[in-house]
């Protein structure tokens, strides 16, 4: 696949002959149609197509959640190319076709803010969970301003639930995130990051563990 600047034909877009005309960012690109195989698909492939489906199947709900959390890190690639990737690399379990996520793998975001330490997750009232933290401002860049991201799943019910607006500052070094009422009686996974107050830089976020709820 090549790129090329607006020539004798100018820049296109789709199928022409056996070419086809594409931009992305601004970058425009021209590419041979693919050829289709009489193959069958060889194990190896049939393997990665079934990590690929269970990464994509389980980020595509918090996709605009791991796009911003990756954003710092995106170049020529979407955030959400990237945490497929890192899903695919180290978050599953099993051998095929029998595959899991390993939630304690899983991040949702990754970049150079400063992150959480001694996380801790409780749930004392009735769907409602709560995390803890030591403030770590000052250390490195972390700040006391830069406010919490915590990203709750239910596996049981296939729901995620995450703060990306009223989330508490890192020298609150705790808070709450409100849960739908069905999740009481539920294990649910919970993660954890610190975003700067403009979105701009995040940490990597931290498994902080399955944690019944009220």
Known sequence: MGTYKKGILGSFSGKVGTVVGSSWNGIEYMRSLPKKSS????????????????????????????NLGYKSLAFKKTGYNLATA?????????????FEIDFSKVIFSKGGLMG????????????????SWTDNSGSGNAKPTDKAVILVYNPDKSQFVYNLVNGAERNAETDILSLPAEFSGDIVQAWIAFMTPDKKSFSTSIHAGQILIS
């Open 116 to 131: 959480a330490w001694s996380v801790l997750g409780s749930s004392a009232n009735p769907a409602e969970i709560r995390l």
């Open 39 to 66: 193959r069958a698909p060889s194990d190896l492939q049939m393997m990665q197509r079934a990590k690929f489906g269970l990464a994509n199947g389980f980020l595509h709900p918090i996709s605009s959640l791991v």
């Open 86 to 98: 890192d899903i695919i690399a180290d978050a599953i379990l099993g051998t095929y076709p029998d």
